[in-house]
């Protein structure tokens, strides 16, 4: 796994097909603060938790003026199907390379019952006009939504 950019760094650049059917990119976010939270597959229990949590958390982003985007690498076609399922109010991103996710640190090696795969590792970025504010590790999916949100109102 690549080094995790801390907090003070330059956010890593993306452009990203959205579950929403739009795309996504730095670019349309300079000068803005966001979430960006990276999650291991669409429609699996722990990412169903977490995303829908941010769901039921929007309108105190929205408060605060600061979109949040989930990042996976699944194929776009499947995170429109996730966010539609779940009636996900935000845009997924689809990461499909994931090489958002290596540019961010959080793609490498994982051990399930057992067995080795590479794939993502549940982390947490908020970006602050271009620059990493600050970065959650090792996230558990409930009641994450919440953390972000008691930081961001801080």
């Known amino acids: 796994m690549s080094t995790i950019p801390a907090a003070g760094h ?3 650049e ?3 097909e959205a579950s929403d059917g739009t795309t996504v990119s730095t670019d349309s976010l300079k000068g803005k603060k966001y979430v960006l939270y990276f999650y291991p597959k669409a429609d699996t229990p722990g990412c169903t938790k977490e995303t829908c949590g941010f769901r039921d958390a929007l309108a105190g982003y929205k408060d605060l003026g600061v979109p949040v985007f989930g990042i996976s690498p699944d194929p776009v076609k499947d995170v429109t199907k996730f966010a539609k399922k779940f009636d996900v109010n935000f845009p997924l991103l689809a990461d499909t390379d ?3 996710a ?5 793609w490498g090696e994982k051990v399930f019952a057992g067995n080795k795969y590479m794939g993502v590792s549940r982390t947490t970025f908020v970006i602050d006009d271009g620059k990493i504010a ?3 590790e090792k996230v558990k999916p409930e009641g994450h939504d919440q953390e972000v949100l008691t ?3 801080a």
């Open 10 to 12: 330059k956010a890593p």
């Open 98 to 100: 994931h090489a958002i």
């Open 151 to 153: 930081y961001l109102k």
């Open 14 to 16: 993306f452009n990203l």
């Open 134 to 136: 600050k970065v959650f």
């Open 102 to 106: 290596e540019a961010y640190g959080v």
